[in-house]
Structure formats: structure tokens, C-alpha cells
């Protein structure tokens, strides 16, 4: 069954497996004692401190192994922020970074202190001077992603930086997308990332923070990992993430390359075997491994369950996928279509075979789920009252994409310039309904409160 889902989990290199079986036999013991197997096991350490720190580019005495990417980004970012706690309690963070970030973010200002969000064009990159604009005196830290985890576009890291340098401000980023394919560029101040992203085992991340950065790690003091992350390490799974880490990126440049070409393929030929499907993320400055793009009148729920049952493990960023009325925060910042939402990380390894097939198969899956949803057209239009100012379409109660699919239904029912106005409770909408209208040259004309939910104003153009 192909494993298109790479971005959140990759499946586990060979070279961790061989280096995590090997390890538990020699690497079971305190590498803080003295004693022989405790000097074993402390060579261990050492030996996978330096080879992560030279994939990071960093001194091995700058990195310590966390529990976890997360654990690393909220160690991270609460140790700088304490560190310069003099400066101030603000943060500048973008719009898109990984919930972590924006998780820490919350808890600060709950705390008292603030955050500002960047924000990012279409594409899901911060533009240059946006993050020199909202740093202020009382910025303590910045955080800023290499390369985003549900898009893949790439982030403008050194400029980022140089800006922050500027300010007197450190840097953040979280590499946990990128880091198997390259070091980041240089001029941050700290950097996380997290083992099972390129291969390695769970329950291993990694933390590096800059020889003159502050730095005050929050938490009851302990001896390990130069107080940075407490408790006894796992010295078996930190030895295959060090050593999975060195042998992804020995392979970086010709995997990459392969994957390259077949998320070209999928970028390519999906817009062209399935119609109203929008493409996400940058075209140019992406990963190499990743693809996501949105169908209209497709439930992602609906979709991605299709697709399991046909042998193909995708993820999607869409509401209907989580439970919740809110689709993905990136799509959202992003102002791109969330319904339907597909995204397709290739592992290493993909087959060409694999990618052609989930090609051949796709335009079936969706028409079917559009066939099941009644899109565009349905037997039972959804409830409407003729007005003065055109037609209102009830979809009050109904959960993504249906709001859209009775915008699609009702559209051609009023005249050139005649407004539709769809009243919906499900918060989607306020994405995908402008969404719609962008992919179909039809003008929004904004949204409003209802009774009930919001009523959400489109003219009709063509």
C-alpha cells in the first residue's frame, strides 16, 4: 500500500534500524557514570551529538536531544523568551508556522506577554520586511519555519534572519520539514527539529541554541544535556536519529531530484485530470517531496477514506478531516480553498509506478465523491427565498462543502449582476466560499451576521 504521507510521519530508514538494534545492545547504560559501559554508552552520545550538529551546522556543545520536535520548539522558545525576558515578553511569529509555535505563542500571551503574526501571500511565504516591520523594542524573539509542513513552501530563512540581526532580535526556526534535505541557511540563533521527520524514530528532537544567545531553560534544574533536556536519554533511538539524519542527507541531492520530478508530475496532470482543483504552495520554492492541492465539492473526510480504501495513505488539511468547523490555520492564512484538501508527501523510495497509478485512480475517487454530494447540481436544491436583493440560499447546519455546493447550485439563478446570499453556520465557508468565487470569476461581495450564522454576499458575473 502506498505511503504518501511523509511530512507527518517517514517510514523508518534502514540505517536507523540497523543503528537502533545495534545500540541496544551497547548504548543501555548512564552515560553520565563512569564505569565502562557508562563510557560506552557515552561515546554513543557523543558520536550522535556530532554527527546531527555537522547536518545542522552547528558546534556539537550548541545541540542537546529533546523528547520530541514539539518538546524541542516549546523548550526552545520559552528558554529565549526568559533569556531575554529584560527586553521584553513580545514575539513575532508568521501565520503558517506549525501549531507548536503557535501553541507557545498562545500560552505566552495568556501569560501576559504578546505575539504578532506575520502574515503570508497565496503561496504561504512571509515577504520580505514583514518581519522587520512588526519587530518592536520589546521583541524579545522571533520564530520563523524553514519550509511549511502542510504546503511545502520554503521560507526566506537568511533574509528573515539578516532582518532579525538588524533588530538585535534571535531567531527561531523550526526545521523539522527541511533539515533532511539541507542545512538552513545561516543567521538564526535556534533551531528544532524532530527525528521521525526524515526517517529516524519517534521520541527524538533536537534543539540547537547559538553560542551567545540567551537562553534560561524553564523547568526544575537537571544535570543531562547541559540542563536543556531533562531526564534520562534515549540513547538507543538518539543514535538512529543521528544516524538515519546522516544517511538521508548523504542521499539528499539525487532523492530529492527523483522526487522532485514526480511532485512536477502531480503538480502537472491533477489540475488536468480533475476539473476545479486548485494547486497550493509555491510552484518553485518548495520541498522537494511534497504536494497539496484542494478539489471543489469534494468532503476531505469523504475523499481521504476513498483513497484509503483504494491503497493510498494521503493527509488532508481540511475541516471536515479534523472535527471541527475551522479548516486548516495555514489554508486560512493563505486564503486558498480548504475543502477537499489533499496533501501528498512522498517518501523516499516512491516508485514511479505508484505515483502513476494514484494519478490513474484520483479523477474517479473525486467524481465519485462529487456524485455522492449531489455537486454541482443536486435533485433537491437547498431551501431559498427570492428577495429584493436576489436570492438567499439556507445552508444553515451543513458542514463543508456543501455551503459551496449550493452557491454552485443556485448561481445561475439569478442574473448577471443579481446577488446570491448564503447563510452558513460552518466556519469553512468564510475560506472557501470566497475561494469558489475567485475559481469561478464570480464577484464576493463580502459577508455580513446573521440570525444565524453569516450570510455571505456573491454577485454574479458571468
Request: aromatic letters at 4%; proline letters at 7%; glycine letters at 10%.
Amino acid at each position: 500500500m502506498p505511503y504518501f504521507d511523509a511530512a507527518s510521519a517517514a517510514p523508518l530508514h534502514p540505517v536507523a534500524r540497523q543503528a537502533l538494534l545495534a545500540s541496544l545492545d551497547e548504548g543501555w547504560a548512564d552515560p553520565a557514570r563512569l564505569y565502562r559501559e557508562g563510557r560506552r554508552a557515552r561515546l554513543l552520545l557523543d558520536a550522535a551529538r556530532e554527527a546531527a550538529a555537522e547536518a545542522v551546522g552547528c558546534r556539537p556543545d550548541e545541540l542537546v536531544f529533546t523528547p520530541s520536535g514539539t518538546r524541542a520548539v516549546h523548550d526552545g522558545l520559552a528558554g529565549a523568551l526568559a533569556g531575554r525576558r529584560r527586553t521584553g515578553r513580545h514575539l513575532v511569529v508568521s501565520a503558517v508556522e506549525h501549531s507548536s509555535v503557535l501553541a507557545s505563542a498562545a500560552a505566552l500571551e495568556a501569560a501576559g506577554g504578546s505575539f504578532t503574526e506575520v502574515p503570508v501571500d497565496r503561496a504561504g511565504r512571509v515577504a520580505p520586511g514583514t518581519y522587520a516591520a512588526a519587530l518592536r523594542p520589546d521583541t524579545a524573539l522571533a520564530a520563523l519555519q524553514s519550509a511549511n509542513h502542510e504546503v511545502g513552501t520554503e521560507q526566506p530563512v537568511a533574509e528573515v534572519a539578516e532582518e532579525c540581526r538588524a533588530a538585535g532580535v534571535p531567531l527561531l526556526v523550526d526545521a523539522a520539514q527541511s533539515l533532511a534535505w539541507g542545512p538552513v541557511a545561516s543567521g538564526w540563533s535556534l533551531l528544532a527539529a524532530s527525528a521521525h521527520k526524515w526517517g529516524g524514530p519517534s521520541g527524538v528532537g533536537l534543539l540547537a541554541v547559538r553560542k551567545g544567545t540567551r537562553f534560561a531553560f524553564q523547568g526544575p534544574a537537571d544535570e543531562r544535556e547541559s540542563g536543556r533536556a531533562p531526564g534520562f536519554p534515549d540513547l538507543p533511538a538518539i543514535v538512529a536519529a543521528a544516524a538515519s539524519l546522516r544517511a538521508v542527507r548523504q542521499e539528499a541531492a539525487e532523492e530529492g531530484a527523483r522526487l522532485r520530478a514526480l511532485v512536477e508530475r502531480i503538480r502537472e496532470r491533477v489540475p488536468a485530470l480533475v476539473p476545479d482543483v486548485e494547486v497550493v504552495g509555491d510552484p518553485v520554492r518548495r520541498l522537494p517531496h511534497l504536494v497539496t492541492f484542494s478539489c471543489l465539492y469534494v468532503d476531505g473526510e469523504t475523499l481521504l477514506h476513498a483513497l484509503d480504501r483504494a491503497g493510498f495513505s494521503v493527509s488532508s488539511g481540511s475541516s471536515c478531516t479534523s472535527g471541527t468547523l475551522a479548516p486548516s490555520h495555514v489554508l486560512q492564512a493563505m486564503g486558498v480553498l480548504s475543502e477537499g484538501n489533499v496533501r501528498v508527501s512522498l517518501p523516499a523510495g516512491t516508485a514511479e509506478e505508484d505515483v502513476e497509478r494514484f494519478l490513474d485512480l484520483l479523477p474517479g475517487v473525486v467524481a465519485s465523491v462529487r456524485q455522492q454530494l449531489g455537486a454541482p447540481a443536486a435533485p433537491e436544491p437547498a431551501p431559498r427565498t427570492a428577495t429584493g436583493a436576489g436570492l438567499v440560499v439556507d445552508s444553515l447546519g451543513k458542514r463543508c462543502p456543501v455551503p459551496v455546493i449550493d452557491l454552485a447550485r443556485s448561481i445561475g439563478d439569478v442574473p448577471v449582476g443579481g446577488l446570491v446570499t448564503v447563510l452558513s453556520d460552518d466556519e469553512a465557508a468564510r475560506l472557501d466560499i470566497p475561494a469558489w468565487c475567485d475559481m469561478r470569476e464570480q464577484e464576493y461581495v463580502g459577508e455580513r451576521p446573521a440570525e444565524r450564522g453569516t450570510a455571505y454576499v456573491v454577485r454574479r458575473r458571468t
